[in-house]
């Protein structure tokens, strides 16, 4: 089975979208086998992450904006890339270090996360985007 989610960012954040995948799987009717997820963009990420406490996801972002900050920060100058703005190469290489695909087991019909676990999409972008995540479900 599969399904394609669409997610509206508004720049730099994680976006839980947990319980619309657990609603996909509950009208498959879906029990046992394995849940595959893949970003369609270059720029963005998924990631599995807490998501009982907000400063988590606050603490995740301003590590990635640490370690790739926007290509106009004084300390970007190696990147060439700029072509759309200062923002988009610091978006690959913050993609580049976090998955783009998830796998997750799924067993009687609920995703196997942990209690405090939910699935992200985590956008590196600061302007609007319209975000694809494709979704596969496979019984075992």
């Not at 009208?27 to 907000?54: F, I, K, W, Y």
């Not at 926007?70 to 923002?87: C, K, L, S």
């Not at 695909?101 to 985007?129: K, N």
Request: proline share 6%; with cysteine; charged share 20%.
């Amino acid at each position: 089975m599969n399904h394609v989610f669409r997610i509206e960012t508004h720049g730099p954040a994680c976006h839980e979208f947990t319980q619309e995948i657990a609603a996909w799987l509950g009208n498959l009717q879906a029990r046992d086998g394995v849940l595959t997820l893949m970003v369609r963009h270059t720029s963005c990420s998924l990631l599995v992450q807490e998501n009982a406490d907000p400063d988590v996801q606050v603490d995740l972002l301003n590590w990635l904006d640490r370690i790739a900050r926007p290509a106009d920060h004084p300390t970007m100058g190696w990147i060439t890339h700029r072509d759309e703005g200062p923002d988009d190469m610091p978006a690959h290489l913050k993609a580049a270090v976090l998955p783009v695909s998830l796998q997750i087991p799924v067993a009687r019909g609920r995703m196997q996360l942990g209690t405090w676990q939910g699935i992200y999409l985590v956008e590196h972008r600061r302007a609007p985007h319209r975000r694809q995540v494709a979704a596969m479900f496979q019984t075992s």
